[in-house]
């Protein structure tokens, strides 16, 4: 129950990567008030509490790499102070500590592929994809931490080497305030930019990724259908029309991310995050005919259709329409009526989209179908 909680309530707060630097800066701020020792063990207590927390509350995906890098450098520091040469000296253990997670950051960031390469498996689940992608995010939030911490280290030592020893105030500043400051102030960056982002994706148009029943189990943005291709399997809804025994085609567009400038059936969309087949119909019908409410598609077959280029559940639907005026609609890019003498003197010859080669036989039929009934009626 719990575990639900968390999940669908506090997402914002736990893929924010940063907070898993809180145990370093808990460290930080214990070290002014007790011995550097008592800080680390406490701090590397608290750091392993949580990591195994959110590890049993959110799973893999939670953005844990941080927080795990964080548990470990705490752990070594802890291990340092059982070791009679390796003391940090007095007052200097922000200092230190901050050194440690540039470190950590840095392997983060820049050695990715080969954190990937020891949580892959040959098979990978959807499970595994979601600890990929914490691996990225986790490399996102230390180029974060980078950023902020590396100049303030830079600054640092050029005053510790060139102006030692260092004024009370200085001292104060540069070893003590500003490092837990610096990664406060990565947390609140970061979460000021992942609430900007999340803001901003809420307005992108997303699109349902299937399973192979045909059952919903995922979404992503549809710009990103560009990039994965066949990975995903995605519902389209695509309508024919049929006039008075003709098929009305048109060209796809050239900037199509499949079968771009061919000849093809006149609508197809892809079907939304979260909408209906009827949803999606009307969004098209209003598309194309918006002045048009009598219109009503009528379902055909559904099927399914993967090439190397898409991977597509389709819903055939087909739009019965016995005024030809109606098809004058700009929209259509150079729409016109083609018998099916016409259609078949140009099938197999790379003229017409794939899609639409397949569906050929059941719209011809359903053409020659309506046509008889016309006559007996």
């Known amino acids: 129950m719990i575990r639900n909680y968390i999940k669908s309530t506090s997402k914002l707060f736990i893929i924010n990567g940063t907070i898993g630097v809180l145990p370093i800066i808990l460290c930080m701020i214990l070290s002014e008030f007790i011995s550097a020792s008592t800080a680390i063990y406490i701090s590397a207590a608290v750091s392993l509490f949580f990591s195994l927390l959110i590890y049993y509350l959110i799973g893999r995906g939670g953005s844990l790499l941080l927080l795990l890098a964080s548990t470990l450098l705490l752990l070594i520091l802890g291990i340092s102070t059982l070791i009679p040469f390796m003391n940090i000296p007095q007052g200097m253990l922000p200092f230190y500590v901050e050194i440690g997670i540039i470190i950590i950051a840095s392997v983060i960031l820049y050695e990715k592929r080969k954190i990937k390469k020891l949580f892959l498996k040959k098979n990978s689940s959807h499970y595994d994809k979601i600890l990929m992608s914490s691996i990225d995010s986790g490399a996102m939030y230390s180029r974060v931490i980078q950023v902020l911490c590396i100049p303030h280290f830079i600054i640092t030592s050029l005053i510790i080497i060139f102006a030692s020893p260092l004024g009370r105030i200085t001292d104060l500043i540069l070893l003590h305030i500003l490092p837990p400051a610096i990664l406060f102030i990565a947390i609140i960056i970061s979460q000021i930019g992942l609430t900007l982002l999340l803001s901003l994706s809420s307005k992108i148009e997303k699109i349902p990724v299937l399973n192979e029943k045909g059952d919903v189990v995922d979404k992503k943005f549809s710009f990103e259908k560009h990039y994965y291709k066949n990975m995903y399997i995605n ?14 085609l048109s060209r796809r567009s050239e900037n199509a991310n499949f079968n771009p400038d061919k000849i093809d059936l006149p609508m197809e969309i892809y079907l939304r995050y979260e909408e209906s087949l009827e949803e999606g119909l009307d969004r098209t019908m209003g598309r194309y005919f918006p002045n048009e409410d009598n219109l009503e598609p009528r379902f055909s077959i559904k099927y399914r259709f993967k090439t190397e280029e898409t991977n597509r559940l389709i819903y055939l639907y087909i739009l019965y329409i016995e005024d030809e005026k109606q098809l004058s609609s700009p929209r259509f890019h150079d729409g016109k009526l083609w018998t099916f003498q016409q259609i078949e003197t140009n099938l197999e010859k790379d003229f017409f989209g794939e899609c ?22």
Do not use: H
């Not at 519902?235 to 009305?248: C, D, E, Q």
């Not at 359903?366 to 016309?374: D, M, N, T, V």
């Open 356 to 377: 639409f080669e397949k569906e050929y036989d059941q719209l011809k039929e359903a053409a020659l179908i309506s046509e008889e009934y016309k006559k007996i009626n």
């Open 235 to 248: 519902p389209v809804i695509r309508i024919a029309v049929i006039s008075n025994g003709l098929l009305f």
